[in-house]
Structure formats: C-alpha cells, structure tokens
C-alpha cells in the first residue's frame, strides 16, 4: 500500500506565502504524475498543479506565475510553492499521485487547509 503524509497548510495573509509538502512511504516504485488538487467550500474539486517523472507541469490557469509545483523523486516527495495568494486560493489542498503501470495506483491525500485571511 502507499500512504500519503502532507504538510504545510495554515491562515496566511493576502499576498503572502507557503509552501506545501506530500511525501509518499510504503510500496511505491516509482510514481508517474505528483501534483495537488484543491476544493473550496461549496465547489468541485479542480487540478492546481502536477508534475510528471520526466519533470513536464501542468498547471491551473489561476495559479501561472504564483505557484510552482517540484518533486524529489529520492524522496517521493512533491511540494506546492504558493506565493502571492489571496483569499480565493482558501480551500482543502489534496495531494495526488498516479503510477500507470503495474502495479498502478492513484491516490489523493487526507487533505490539509489553506486559509487566506487578513
């Protein structure tokens, strides 16, 4: 199985920063996309960013040039680098990762929140 640990959530300021960790323990081989998704109150789940093994990103139009999503693949670990957020980026932010051949998996995280309130 594989477990998902995320970290770095909280309330920040308009305008401020944090940065997101989802390290990845138990049997992993290696995995093909990393990224995060998030859901605001009321609202559908939606793709922020993912990066794939060979490094390509994809981001959500309403995070170019705030946010930068990397991974350490020696620590099957990605992070989410969010910098000048406002309150419409407050929402549960899920880690998610996906390995497509066998054997496959994909898998969101428990979730942790990002506040942004002044």
């Known amino acids: 199985q594989v477990q998902l640990v995320e970290s770095g959530g909280g309330l920040v300021q308009p305008g401020g920063s944090l940065r997101l960790s989802c390290a990845a323990a138990g049997r992993i081989f290696s995995i093909n996309v990393m990224g995060w998704y998030r859901q605001a109150p009321g609202k559908q789940r939606e793709l922020v960013a993912t990066?794939?093994?060979?490094?390509?990103?994809t981001y959500a139009d309403s995070v170019k040039g705030r946010f930068t999503v990397s991974r350490d693949n020696a620590k099957s670990t990605v992070y989410l680098e969010m910098n000048s957020l406002n309150p419409e980026d407050t929402a549960v932010y899920y880690c998610y990762v996906k390995r497509i051949s066998f054997p496959a998996y994909e898998l969101w995280g428990q979730g942790t929140q990002v506040t942004i309130s002044s």
């Open positions: 990066i794939t093994d060979g490094g390509s990103t």
